[in-house]
């Protein structure tokens, strides 16, 4: 069975930092674009960061460039996104996805989303 499981994500006041990890399973992510989208409520779902699948290349948002970083562990079958100096507005669900190209404009796989919750 194809999966892709977010975890870390939680509470954090602003300034503060997180780490998101996106596991797979039932597939390698080694041949993939990976990336992470986020969503808050109310808005449409938004880019955040893809990662080639050699972890050469890398494409960030505009909202969270400089402050974000995503990588990769292929053995580890992993996706990382770091995430430092943390605002409220980036409060939302942060989704990881499986692709083929660092636009990510199609999807081959997405996960179930974590809560990612921002305080003032």
């Known amino acids: 069975q194809v999966q892709l499981v977010e975890s870390g994500g939680g509470l954090v006041q602003a300034g503060g930092s997180l780490r998101l990890s996106c596991a797979a399973s039932g597939f390698t992510l080694s041949g993939y674009v990976m990336g992470w989208f986020r969503q808050a409520p109310g808005k449409e779902r938004e880019f955040v960061a893809a990662?080639?699948?050699?972890?050469?290349?890398?494409r960030l948002g505009d909202a969270v460039s400089g402050r974000f970083t995503i990588s990769r562990d292929n053995a580890k079958n992993t996706v990382y996104l770091q995430m430092n100096s943390l605002k409220p507005e980036d409060t939302a669900v942060y989704y990881c996805?499986?692709?083929?190209?660092?636009?990510?404009?199609?999807?081959?796989?997405w996960g179930q989303g974590t809560q990612v919750t921002v305080s003032s």
């Open positions: 990662i080639t699948s050699s972890g050469g290349r890398t």
């Open positions: 996805a499986a692709g083929w190209s660092l636009s990510l404009s199609t999807s081959a796989y």
